[in-house]
């Protein structure tokens, strides 16, 4: 079955940097285009960057356009989202997913990032 899991990150101060790695199985990662969404405290679900199968291309929410930068590596089943320039509104559990855009999934199951001084 497919299976997402995410690593890194953990608590930066705004104006830093945080790396999310996230690890895949269970299908043929390089075959699927892939994506990062994410959920702040009392909020849903809300989609973040996406990038195809073969790297060819990207896409940003226009929230963190400029600042976070999606990629991956297929021959390690791997997606990452090097997030940089980061804001207390950056603050929420972050999931990966398989698929472009918007919010369907399949997901995995999070890891906190929060943003404070």
């Known amino acids: 079955q497919v299976r997402l899991v995410e690593s890194g990150g953990g608590l930066a101060q705004p104006g830093g940097a945080l790396r999310r790695s996230c690890e895949a199985s269970?299908?043929?990662?390089?075959?699927?285009?892939m994506m990062w969404a994410r959920q702040a405290p009392g909020k849903g679900l809300e989609w973040v960057s996406g990038i195809y199968s073969d790297r060819s291309d990207t896409v940003y929410a226009d929230s963190v356009k400029g600042r976070f930068t999606i990629s991956r590596d297929n021959a390690k089943n791997t997606l990452f989202l090097q997030m940089n320039s980061l804001k207390p509104e950056d603050t929420a559990v972050y999931h990966c997913?398989?698929?472009?855009?918007?919010?369907?999934?399949?997901w995995g199951q999070g890891t906190q990032v929060t943003v404070s001084s």
């Open positions: 269970g299908f043929t990662f390089s075959n699927y285009h």
């Open positions: 997913g398989r698929g472009l855009t918007g919010v369907k999934g399949p």
